[in-house]
């Protein structure tokens, strides 16, 4: 397995961890959906009638360097730390690293209180030894897509960041609206994170 495919395929949600961490985020006493009920919408695509049965909860890195990581995902990008601690990890659940072996974990969400994070982990004792930077993509990869505020901003201070190769500078990206729409036009760039995930970070424009 090369270091691509490695360090995508381990961009998992660890649901356990969450679920003993206790990392749900109370926005006042409102619900999730009550709390997120004025965010923006994909044009063309509306809330079901009824609840779906699952939530894209998290994506979890496994990271080189966290506090590298966080000068990224944190300072740059703007999501907020609400989880920071150390766990112990089986090797089994989550087949990375040795049985017994510490990590710290972080979460970081965006506006949703409950879906859409980002965990970055990084095993602390002992390490795990760092594959090769990807360069290129095939099966078993992925892109973490990021809608922002300030695209050309934040795309300009992601390369200060250590560990970042950009793949493409910021520019206009036209794609067919849903169902007959308007044209929906992107504003973005793409680049690698530290560890190796393609991010695309976007703006939509209106």
Do not use: H
Request: net charge negative; aromatic share 4%.
């Amino acid at each position: 397995m090369n270091g691509m495919t490695q360090a995508m395929r381990t961009i998992m949600a660890l649901s356990g961890a969450a679920g003993l961490a206790g990392c749900v985020v109370a926005v006042g006493n409102e619900s999730a959906s009550n709390a997120t009920s004025g965010a923006p919408r994909a044009a063309g695509v509306e809330v079901s009638e009824q609840r779906l049965p699952t939530d894209v909860r998290r994506s979890t890195i496994i990271v080189r360097d966290i506090e590298n990581s966080l000068k990224l995902y944190r300072d740059v990008i703007g999501l907020v730390v609400n989880y920071d601690t150390t766990v112990t990890t089986s090797g089994v659940a989550l087949p990375a690293g040795e049985p017994g072996a510490t990590a710290r974990l972080v979460l970081l969400n965006a506006n949703d209180p409950w879906v859409g994070w980002v965990g970055l982990m990084e095993w602390i004792e002992p390490a795990i030894p760092a594959q090769d930077y990807p360069r290129r993509m095939g099966p078993g990869d992925v892109v973490m897509v990021l809608n922002t505020d300030d695209v050309e901003g934040r795309c300009k201070a992601a390369k200060a960041v250590p560990g970042v190769t950009f793949t493409a500078e910021p520019r206009l990206q036209v794609y067919p609206g849903r169902d007959g729409g308007p044209d929906i036009r992107v504003m973005g760039c793409n680049f690698f994170d530290p560890d190796g995930i393609l991010i695309e970070l976007n703006q939509i424009l209106d």
